[in-house]
């Protein structure tokens, strides 16, 4: 086939080569990590805490790539970077200092990367602490102690620094292994942390579907798995690859004797411009309340047990900051009226539009109206095949959330390492006579 003699292609580009093995060398090195064990506690244990409950624990453990229910150095994940960078991009919407440094180019974004790191940094502290309490705290519960055993073996302020040492520092090598992947490797860093986190974990959750049906699977259930798997890829790359192409005409300019300008272009705005960043950033929030809870605030062992049941109101609440987060992150990182003023220095228009201000409403106008349907895909892609795979007691490895994650790195790294192949003067992964994954027509 055309797209596996694509794939052969990759080793004939010596940068694009380096760039593949850097890439699979450092996810190996996240994978070899995810099972050092946090000293003090018992890792046997944790697993059976974690295999017992679904919900948020279960998600964070997805997110983890299995770190959390291994009790490992990357127990906490990337989530901590995650959530500083939704803390950096709020905190651009509210304060002009931030958004001017958003707006000075290269040095401004390597400022605002150092200020997520030192958020990193702390964000990762207090919910290492968090989770040193919430390990002690199993000793006593009925999913730990009370059950399978003893979490902790010698609980106490000494098993309580060493965790929060261990974890951060754990959590800052994960940052870096990303930031390293971004910069020299294929892709980016941070999404194929977590897209090598859930499939690594497929193969185990494979394994506790088989023993949890005691080796009596149905085929009618195995075939409705199936069917909603291929549709829900199917719906992922449909609108993850749909868009909305504005007409731009560009106006015309002479220059000595030559005529430039004139030619007719477009402006494609992504249905879903957001990406899969909306899922992962909900479910870091849905985080915040375990961490808070370890802290006995009043109310938050509560919500934070209502979230663990995954039920109904677990459900809604993620569809719900899905949503929300597809509209926000859509409007930080997509200025309507930067490209409107970008249109304009350009010469160029729409059809039936005055340049400046008007141009700015409609671009903003039919983004929010195309954003409306990409939020509504995003929170169906991933709570539905969720809802399905809980009621058959399927693991979180084969979730809408954990699917969209996949499918959307998959396509985004692929499109990378095409670009590179087209850069050489090949035809892409699909061969001369086919249309590229990100939609070039052929000639």
């Not at 989530?79 to 958004?99: A, C, D, H, R």
């Not at 549709?231 to 993850?240: G, K, N, P």
């Not at 309507?336 to 141009?359: C, E, F, W």
């Not at 991933?382 to 699917?403: E, N, R, Y």
Request: proline fraction near 4%; hydrophobic fraction near 45%; glycine fraction near 10%.
């Amino acid at each position: 086939m055309a797209v596996f003699q694509g794939f052969s292609k990759i080793g004939k580009i010596p940068e694009l080569r380096r760039r593949v093995l850097f890439t699979l060398a450092l996810v190996a090195v996240y994978r070899i990590g995810a099972f050092v064990t946090t000293p003090g506690v018992d890792r046997s244990v944790m697993r059976r805490v974690v295999a017992g409950q679904g919900g948020l624990l279960g998600l964070f453990n997805l997110f983890s790539g299995g770190a959390l229910g291994n009790l490992s150095i990357f127990a906490l994940g990337i989530m901590p970077y995650v959530s500083s960078s939704i803390i950096m991009q709020l905190l651009s919407l509210v304060s002009k200092t931030v958004e001017e440094m958003r707006k000075e180019g290269e040095a401004g974004r390597r400022k605002l990367e150092q200020y997520t790191r030192y958020g990193t940094l702390l964000l990762s502290t207090f919910q290492s602490f968090g989770v040193a309490m919430y390990l002690e705290s199993l000793n006593n519960s009925d999913m730990g102690g009370g059950r399978f055993g003893d979490v902790v073996a010698t609980p106490g302020w000494a098993f309580r620094m060493m965790t929060m040492m261990t974890l951060t520092t754990g959590t800052m090598l994960i940052m870096w292994l990303g930031e390293q992947i971004t910069d020299r490797g294929v892709g980016n860093g941070i999404s194929l942390i977590i897209f090598a986190g859930i499939v690594a974990g497929i193969p185990e959750g494979l394994g506790q579907y088989w023993s949890s049906s005691a080796g009596e699977i149905q085929p009618l259930t195995v075939a409705i798995l199936l069917g909603v798997l291929v549709a829900s890829i199917a719906t992922v790359v449909f609108f993850e690859r749909a868009q909305r192409r504005i007409p731009i005409q560009y106006s015309r300019r002479q220059v000595g004797r030559r005529v430039y300008g004139g030619q007719a272009a477009h402006l494609p705005l992504k249905v879903n411009m957001a990406s899969m960043i909306p899922p992962i950033f909900a479910s870091s929030l849905l985080m915040f309340p375990a961490t808070l809870a370890s802290f006995n605030i009043p109310g938050m062992n509560a919500f934070s047990a209502m979230l663990n049941r995954g039920d109904w109101a677990f459900h809604l609440l993620f569809a719900l900051l899905t949503v929300f987060f597809c509209f926000f992150y859509t409007a930080v990182t997509f200025q309507p009226v930067d490209v409107a003023d970008n249109l304009k220095k350009q010469q160029a228009h729409i059809p039936g539009i005055r340049p400046g201000k008007q141009t700015a409403e409609y671009i903003d106008r039919v983004l929010t109206r195309i954003t409306v349907g990409g939020s509504i895909y995003v929170a169906i892609i991933c709570t539905v095949p969720s809802i399905i795979a809980q009621s058959f007691h399927i693991p979180f490895q084969f979730g809408g959330t954990s699917l969209m994650i996949v499918v959307g790195v998959a396509i985004e790294t692929v499109n990378q390492i095409e670009a590179h192949l087209i850069t050489q003067s090949y035809e892409g992964l699909t061969g001369p006579r086919a249309t590229r994954l990100s939609g070039r027509r052929p000639a």
